[in-house]
Nanobody, 124 residues
Framework: QVQLAESGGGLVQAGGSRRLSCAAS????????MGWFRQAPGKEREVVAA????????YIADSVKGRFTISRDNAKNTVYLQMNNLKPEDTAVYYC?????????????????WGQGTQVTVSS
């Protein structure tokens, strides 16, 4: 079993930056593709970024391309989401996922593990 714990959320002004962390415990995530999702009130959960197990390949959703980056530190069993130039529409609960299927155009969380989420609120 893998337990995922997101952190780094909070209130930030529009144009600001925030870095989210997803720390894994229970077992190593070095062999897992990892993804970040978000869910705003009244909307479906959507993928924003994903990274391959090696860190070589990444996927960034069009809605955040040029503003968000994903990275991982396998030695720390942690994945990061750097969010820059935040907008009010980025307000959501952000979730980390381990073990999905990654392609050049998507990340599908078919099986695997979810974290509990961290709230990011961007004020205008």
């Amino acid at each position: 079993q893998v337990q995922l714990a997101e952190s780094g959320g909070g209130l930030v002004q529009a144009g600001g930056s925030r870095r989210l962390s997803c720390a894994a415990s229970g077992r190593t995530i070095n062999n897992y593709n990892m993804g970040w999702f978000r869910q705003a009130p009244g909307k479906e959960r959507e993928v924003v970024a994903a990274i391959s197990w090696s860190g070589t390949n990444t996927y960034i959703a069009d809605s955040v391309k040029g503003r968000f980056t994903i990275s991982r530190d396998n030695a720390k069993n942690t994945v990061y989401l750097q969010m820059n130039n935040l907008k009010p529409e980025d307000t959501a609960v952000y979730y980390c996922h381990a073990g999905g299927f990654l392609s050049s155009t998507s990340y599908v969380p078919s099986l695997g593990y979810w974290g509990q989420g961290t709230q990011v609120t961007v004020s205008s």
